[in-house]
């Protein structure tokens, strides 16, 4: 499979990203990730411990999906320009790294952070 250019943050992403990372309440944040071959965008996401975490996983191209072990998160491998989300509490403060794990994509570079303050 070939290596693919990622995609520059829509102005919805950065403006997720910023929602994420600004002082706040526990709230509901939304991020849309786009994942292709291999990278996520973005590949960093900053929320506050006790935020409801939406995720809406859009796949670019090839066949990916977005798995984060902390919490559970494993969304089933889907295809090139498909989507699919998922939800969960950031109920723990950290680094933690979600990537994906078809075939050796991980490895590849199709990771990155979710990063928990308290
Ligand atoms: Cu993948």
Same mark, same amino acid.
């Given at each position: 499979m070939k290596q693919a250019a990622p995609p520059a943050l829509t102005e919805t992403q950065t403006k997720e990203? #910023? #929602?994420g990372e600004a002082d706040h309440e526990p709230t509901t944040l939304t991020f849309h990730v786009v994942g *292709?071959?291999? !990278? !996520?965008?973005?590949?960093? /996401?900053?929320? &506050? &411990? *006790? @935020? $409801?975490? $939406? /995720? /809406?996983?859009?796949? #670019? *191209? *090839?066949?990916?999906?977005?798995?984060? @072990?902390?919490?559970g998160v494993k969304i089933d491998p889907i295809k090139s320009g498909e989507t699919q989300s998922v939800e969960f509490i950031a109920d723990k403060a950290g680094t933690f790294e979600y990537y994906c794990s078809v075939g050796s994509h991980r490895q590849m570079g199709q990771k990155g952070q979710l990063i928990v303050t308290e």
């Open positions: 990203l #910023a #929602a *292709g071959s291999f !990278y !996520y965008v973005p590949n960093m /996401i900053k929320v &506050k &411990k *006790g @935020d $409801k975490v $939406k /995720i /809406i996983f859009d796949n #670019a *191209g *090839g066949m990916h999906n977005f798995v984060l @072990d902390e919490f």
